[in-house]
C-alpha cells in the first residue's frame, strides 16, 4: 500500500483504513442488488432501509473526491509561498492515471457482459444493439432512456464518476490559482466548495420540478456532485485538524443510515418521485459517508485499525473489478440457485455473489494491473490509490 494523505495535523503517510472502507462500500452495494434482485425493496421501513445501502456509492464518491484532491490542498499548504506558481498535479499525467486505471476493466467487463447476452435471451431488451454498446463503452448510457444493459445497470454510477475526474481540474485549477492565489487560504476553499456543493440539491428540484424534463436527468452527473465535493471539503478540513473523532463520525454515519429508512426520505429507488425526499435522501447520505470516511483521513483508532486490516485492505484493493462484476454474477447466481426474479433470500444471493464475485474480480484485477500499475508510485482512487 502506498496511500498519501494530506499533510494536515497528522503526519502525512500510508493509511491502508481509505483502501480498506472500500470493502465496506462495495458490500454494501451488493447488498442492496441482492434486496432488489430478491423482491425485498418494499416501500416499508425494512424494505426502504435495504435499498438505503445504496450509500455505498456516495462511500465511494466522497472517498474519490478526498483523495483526488488532496494534492491540490498539500500543494497549497505546503508549496512555496508566495511566488514562484505553485506546481500542481500535471494535468496530462492526471488524465492517463484515471484511464489507466479505469477503462481496462471497465472495457473487459462491459464487452465480456455483452457476450454473454449473445448467447443468453431471457435479458430485456434494453441496452442492445451497437449505439448501446458504444453508450456503454464511453460512460453515456445514462443520457437518455434505455441503454442501460442487463448487467451492467449499475454503471450509471461509473458514468458519474467519470464526469467528476473530469471536471476536477475545471474547478481545482481556478480555485488553487485564481481564488487562492497559489496561497494557502483554506477560508477561501471552503466557502466556494461549500457553495458548489449545493449544485445537487438544486438540479434535483429543478428537474423534479419542470415538466419535459428527460426523466434520466436524474440520474445525471450533477444529481450526485454534492458526495464528491464533500470529499473534497474533507480534504480540507483533514489539513487543518489532528483529529477527527471516530465515535462520534461513525454513529452518526449509523444514526444517518437508520433515518434514511423513514418515508420522509422517499420509497425504495435511487432518486425518489419527490424531490424533497430526494434531496432529504442524498444529504442523509452524505451524512453517512462522510462519517465512516472521515476519521480514516486523520489520527488513528479502532475504526482505522479496523478498516485498515489486512482482510479489509485486501478486498478494497480489488472492490473497483467487484463493483464491476458483481451485477452480472447475480444475473447468474440467481439461475443456479433457482430463484426467479424478485424472489429468494436476500442473505443467499448476497454471500454466493460476493463468494462468486471475488475470485472473478481478482482474476479481472490481476488482468488489468500491469496496464496501470507499471512505473506508479502513487495510488489511484479506483483501488484507494493516488496518481496526480
Same mark, same amino acid.
Given at each position: 500500500?502506498?496511500?498519501?494523505? /494530506?499533510a494536515?495535523g497528522?503526519?502525512?503517510?500510508?493509511?491502508?483504513?481509505?483502501?480498506?472502507? @472500500?470493502t465496506?462500500?462495495a458490500?454494501?452495494v451488493?447488498?442492496?442488488?441482492?434486496? $432488489?434482485w430478491t423482491g425485498?425493496?418494499?416501500?416499508?421501513y425494512?424494505? @426502504?432501509?435495504?435499498? *438505503?445501502?445504496?450509500?455505498?456509492?456516495?462511500? !465511494? $464518491?466522497?472517498?474519490?473526491?478526498?483523495?483526488? $484532491?488532496?494534492?491540490w490542498?498539500r500543494a497549497?499548504?505546503?508549496?512555496?509561498r /508566495?511566488f514562484?506558481p505553485?506546481?500542481?498535479? /500535471?494535468l496530462? @499525467?492526471?488524465?492517463?492515471?484515471?484511464?489507466?486505471r479505469i477503462?481496462p476493466?471497465y472495457?473487459? =467487463?462491459?464487452?465480456?457482459?455483452?457476450a454473454? $447476452?449473445?448467447? @443468453? =435471451?431471457?435479458?430485456?431488451?434494453?441496452?442492445?444493439?451497437?449505439?448501446?454498446?458504444? *453508450?456503454?463503452?464511453t460512460f =453515456?448510457?445514462?443520457?437518455g432512456?434505455?441503454y442501460?444493459?442487463?448487467?451492467?445497470?449499475q454503471m450509471?454510477s461509473?458514468?458519474?464518476?467519470v464526469?467528476?475526474?473530469?471536471?476536477?481540474?475545471?474547478?481545482a485549477?481556478?480555485?488553487?490559482?485564481?481564488?487562492c492565489?497559489?496561497?494557502?487560504? /483554506?477560508?477561501?476553499l471552503?466557502?466556494?466548495?461549500?457553495?458548489?456543493?449545493?449544485c445537487?440539491p438544486?438540479?434535483?428540484?429543478?428537474v423534479?420540478?419542470?415538466?419535459g424534463?428527460?426523466? =434520466?436527468?436524474?440520474?445525471?452527473?450533477?444529481?450526485?456532485?454534492?458526495?464528491?465535493?464533500?470529499?473534497?471539503?474533507?480534504a480540507v478540513?483533514?489539513?487543518?485538524?489532528?483529529r477527527?473523532?471516530?465515535g462520534?463520525?461513525?454513529?452518526s454515519a449509523?444514526?444517518?443510515?437508520?433515518a434514511s429508512?423513514?418515508?420522509f426520505?422517499?420509497?425504495?429507488?435511487i432518486v425518489?418521485?419527490?424531490?424533497g425526499a430526494?434531496?432529504?435522501?442524498?444529504?442523509?447520505?452524505?451524512? #453517512?459517508?462522510?462519517?465512516?470516511?472521515?476519521?480514516?483521513?486523520v489520527?488513528?483508532?479502532?475504526?482505522?485499525?479496523?478498516?485498515g486490516s489486512?482482510?479489509?485492505?485486501?478486498?478494497?484493493?480489488?472492490?473497483?473489478? !467487484?463493483f464491476?462484476?458483481?451485477?452480472?454474477?447475480?444475473?447468474?447466481?440467481?439461475d443456479?440457485?433457482?430463484?426467479?426474479?424478485?424472489?429468494?433470500?436476500t442473505?443467499? #444471493?448476497?454471500?454466493?455473489?460476493s463468494?462468486?464475485?471475488?475470485?472473478?474480480?481478482w482474476?479481472?484485477?490481476?488482468?488489468?494491473?500491469?496496464l496501470?500499475? *507499471?512505473?506508479?508510485?502513487?495510488?489511484s482512487?479506483?483501488?484507494? *490509490?493516488?496518481?496526480p
Open positions: 500500500m502506498d496511500l498519501t494523505v /494530506p494536515g497528522a503526519a502525512s503517510g500510508r493509511r491502508p483504513a481509505l483502501t480498506g472502507i @472500500r465496506v462500500a458490500a454494501a451488493c447488498l442492496t442488488h441482492a434486496a $432488489f425485498h425493496y418494499t416501500d416499508d425494512v424494505g @426502504r432501509l435495504a435499498a *438505503r445501502f445504496e450509500v455505498g456509492v456516495a462511500i !465511494f $464518491f466522497v472517498l474519490s473526491g478526498y483523495l483526488l $484532491f488532496s494534492p490542498v497549497l499548504r505546503d508549496g512555496p /508566495p514562484p505553485l506546481p500542481y498535479p /500535471p496530462r @499525467r492526471y488524465a492517463w492515471h484515471r484511464a489507466r477503462l476493466a472495457w473487459l =467487463t462491459v464487452l465480456a457482459v455483452y454473454i $447476452f449473445l448467447v @443468453r =435471451t431471457d435479458a430485456s431488451d434494453l441496452g442492445h444493439g451497437w449505439e448501446a454498446l458504444v *453508450r456503454n463503452l =453515456t448510457q445514462v443520457y432512456f434505455g442501460l444493459h442487463t448487467g451492467l445497470t450509471w461509473m458514468s458519474a464518476e464526469a467528476y475526474y473530469v471536471a476536477l481540474p475545471v474547478v485549477w481556478p480555485l488553487a490559482r485564481i481564488v492565489r497559489d496561497r494557502w487560504r /483554506p477560508d477561501l471552503l466557502a466556494v466548495l461549500a457553495g458548489l456543493a449545493v445537487s438544486v438540479w434535483t428540484l429543478v423534479h420540478g419542470l415538466e424534463v428527460d426523466p =434520466t436527468a436524474r440520474l445525471w452527473p450533477p444529481a450526485f456532485a454534492s458526495w464528491f465535493v464533500a470529499g473534497m471539503l474533507l478540513v483533514a489539513a487543518l485538524v489532528t477527527i473523532p471516530a462520534l463520525c461513525v454513529t449509523a444514526a444517518a443510515f437508520f429508512g423513514g418515508a426520505a422517499g420509497e425504495p429507488t425518489p418521485d419527490d424531490g430526494a434531496v432529504v435522501k442524498h444529504l442523509l447520505y452524505a451524512v #453517512v459517508a462522510l462519517g465512516v470516511v472521515a476519521p480514516l483521513t489520527g488513528d483508532g479502532r475504526w482505522s485499525r479496523l478498516c489486512r482482510p479489509m485492505v485486501w478486498f478494497g484493493e480489488i472492490s473497483y473489478e !467487484f464491476l462484476v458483481h451485477v452480472m454474477v447475480m444475473e447468474l447466481v440467481m443456479v440457485v433457482g430463484f426467479r426474479v424478485f424472489t429468494g433470500s442473505v443467499v #444471493v448476497f454471500a454466493v455473489t463468494l462468486v464475485s471475488v475470485p472473478v474480480a482474476l479481472v484485477h490481476r488482468i488489468t494491473a500491469p496501470w500499475r *507499471r512505473g506508479d508510485a502513487d495510488r482512487p479506483a483501488a484507494g *490509490r493516488i496518481a
